[in-house]
């Protein structure tokens, strides 16, 4: 067995958690397609009738479409990854542009990639593409050693910012990140090995989530798309999705640059690369460390901008539908995409159909209490059996249903999309801060409220009709329809809570590291560490005010140790335990090598460590 992702996806999320063989898997996913179609076969036939029409015929229907979901999930995570390619020789010559894409993005997010690229292991020139023309990122870049590009509009967003950038440069090889994104040392290696073969256009760089404070790097779409992705990948149906990506420049060349006409761009890209005969690789591996989003309006903003883009495909000329030269499995795997927003769909039935019964005292089907233990409950385990064994252990039982349920108002409210024929506007996704408020929050989830509340209330009502002495709904029938629609509750509460718990907090990402420092001599352990300041735990008291001089010893990425000798004062202070204080230190007056240092230790070193493939280094020293 492996290891677990750490908190905030600190360990490699593509690492399989446990050791269990596909033909397992698929066995059990096999018998539960099967199961599945028994169950519907009772449901269309002996349980359909005598029921109110109104209220059985939705509900079937509903479920005929979830299996129909599941059966697509189970045609994306079937395979078996293909095998990772081995890096070429280190002396591959091939050259690479490194294209950083930013917009008002703080200077910090900026200077963490540019010193991930520093150590990238395979030759290449970083260009620094702002669309914010801000004379203080064009200094930044030359402290570098990169390429400082602006443009005289915006058009085009990303899209057209990367496309500018692509006709004043010319390396065979273009590696995309976003400012934030910092690549490991072996991005290029891995990547390089993956686009060898000519019918590749493309490679997508599997990657951490960062920040141990947000719920974000535990959301089950994270989850899923690890799952996927390399599984469609042995079938070239994976697609670039949006995080660091390594293009050749020659099927860029091909299809007219990066698209421009979504505002999820990855998708657009790929489907008219598959047109074109390219394929896109995805590399089950962390080779980059990428925010996570900060709170609950991020995450949505970026399922907001996701489904949009989804949805304007399908309805231009390069729809997955539509669109020539594509295969089965990439039509199949682009389709299946959209699962989330069919099953909300699906989902706002079934509470509509419940709340509906619970309001009258109606069944929706007729049933025996052993027909529903011996048809639906095996299927439904089955169902969540298949999902936990086929993503290795990642999505445990309604994870994907409870992951998705904060997203019922943006899945609804983004299919105007099939209709409008205006382009979508593009939502900024925050990367830090916290959302304002408790009603802030309820507003954003308006939709899911609404069904909680109307659930709710109609569970509340059947219950004092009950205890009148109604028994239109009675005994087992009414049993299994209050303990279905508390679930629902349940799951709504949980993933709320989850959220309200683990907002980002902090005005900085936190980052927990393996290292020592000693404080005018005495030595500490060291809790996290950015380049503003450190948190420390001693075993002498500390005074907030006080200051002194911190020593670290910080290794590099891939070999060699950085001493450094910094001047701190102690921010706050308090005993955690008998014996133990904890404080937090501020740094002052750093040099700017200084805060390299402490940057690239941070933002690159530490999890690249955690993923396995670095040097074996002793961070403290001391």
């Known amino acids: 067995m492996t290891d677990r992702a750490g908190p905030g996806g600190s360990a490699d999320p593509y690492r399989q958690i446990l050791p269990i063989p596909r033909g397992i898997s698929r066995v059990v996913s096999t018998v539960a397609l099967l199961w599945g179609s028994?169950?519907?076969?009772?449901?269309?036939?002996?349980?359909?009738?005598?029921?109110?029409?109104?209220l059985a015929v939705p509900l079937v229907l509903a479920e005929l479409v979830s299996w129909a979901l599941f059966a697509a999930f189970v045609h994306r995570a079937w395979r078996e990854p293909r095998p990772i390619e081995t890096p070429v020789d280190t002396t591959d010559a091939t050259r690479t542009d490194v294209l950083l894409t930013t917009l008002n993005d703080p200077a910090e997010s900026i200077q963490a990639t540019l010193i991930g690229c520093h150590a990238l292991d395979r030759p290449h020139k970083v260009w620094v593409l702002d669309d914010g023309d801000r004379p203080e990122i064009a200094a930044l870049a030359a402290d570098h050693g990169a390429e400082y590009l602006v443009r005289l509009d915006a058009d085009g967003a990303r899209a057209g910012n990367v496309n500018h950038a692509l006709r004043l440069t010319d390396a065979p090889m273009v590696l995309l990140l976003r400012a934030g994104e910092v690549p490991f040392p072996d991005l290029l290696s891995y990547s390089i090995a993956a686009i060898a073969n000519p019918r590749v256009g493309a490679v997508s760089a599997g990657a951490l989530h960062r920040d141990i404070d947000s719920k974000g790097p535990f959301a089950p779409d994270h989850a899923e798309r690890t799952t996927i992705e390399a599984s469609i990948d042995a079938v070239d149906a994976a697609e670039w999705t949006g995080g660091p990506v390594l293009f050749r420049r020659a099927a860029l060349n091909e299809i007219g640059g990066i698209a421009r006409a979504s505002v999820n761009l990855g998708h657009m890209t790929t489907m008219r690369l598959w047109q074109h005969g390219w394929t896109v690789r995805s590399i089950p591996l962390a080779l980059a460390e990428v925010p996570a989003p900060a709170n609950l309006t991020a995450c949505q903003s970026l399922r907001d901008r996701w489904v949009r883009g989804r949805l304007e495909v399908l309805r231009s000329a390069d729809s997955p539908v539509s669109s020539r030269g594509l295969t089965l499995h990439q039509r199949a795997a682009a389709l299946g995409a959209l699962s989330p927003v069919i099953g909300s769909i699906t989902r706002i039935v079934m509470v509509a159909v419940a709340a509906a019964a619970l309001s009258l005292g109606?069944?929706?089907?007729?049933a025996t209490a052993g027909a529903l233990l011996a048809l639906w409950l095996p299927a439904f385990v089955l169902r969540a059996s298949s999902r936990w064994l086929l993503s290795d252990a990642r999505l445990v039982p309604l994870a994907t249903v409870r992951g998705e349920l904060l997203h019922l108002g943006v899945h609804i409210r983004s299919l105007g999309t099939l209709f409008d024929r205006r382009p979508a506007s593009y939502v900024f996704a925050p990367r830090t801060g916290a959302d304002p408020s408790s009603w802030h929050l309820l507003r954003r989830v308006w939709l899911l409220v609404g069904a909680s509340a109307l659930l709710g209330s109609a569970m509340l009502f059947r219950f004092v009709r009950w205890a009148a002495g109604d028994r239109g709904l009675d005994g087992f029938g009414l049993f299994a329809m209050m303990a279905t629609t508390a679930m629902f509750l349940a799951l709504v509460v949980g993933e709320a809570t989850d959220w309200a718990r683990n907002g980002?907090?902090?005005?900085?990402?936190?980052?927990?590291?393996a290292v020592a420092a000693r404080i005018d001599g005495r030595v500490v352990r060291v809790l996290d560490l950015v380049a503003d300041g450190i948190g420390v735990e001693s075993g002498v008291p500390l005074m907030a005010g006080e200051r002194f001089t911190v020593t670290l010893r910080l290794p590099e990425p891939t070999g060699g140790v950085h001493d450094l000798s910094l001047t701190g004062r102690v921010k706050w202070a308090k005993e955690s335990r008998a014996s133990v204080w904890r404080a937090g230190i501020e740094f002052l007056e750093l040099r700017p090598i200084e805060r390299d240092r402490l940057i690239e230790f941070s933002a690159v070193t530490t999890p690249y460590q955690r993923v396995g493939r670095s040097a074996d280094l002793t961070a403290s020293g001391f």
């Open 38 to 54: 028994a169950y519907l076969g009772w449901r269309l036939t002996d349980s359909l009738f005598g029921a109110p029409p109104w």
């Open 362 to 366: 109606e069944l929706p089907l007729t």
């Open 504 to 513: 980002q907090r902090r005005a900085y990402y936190r980052r927990p590291v």
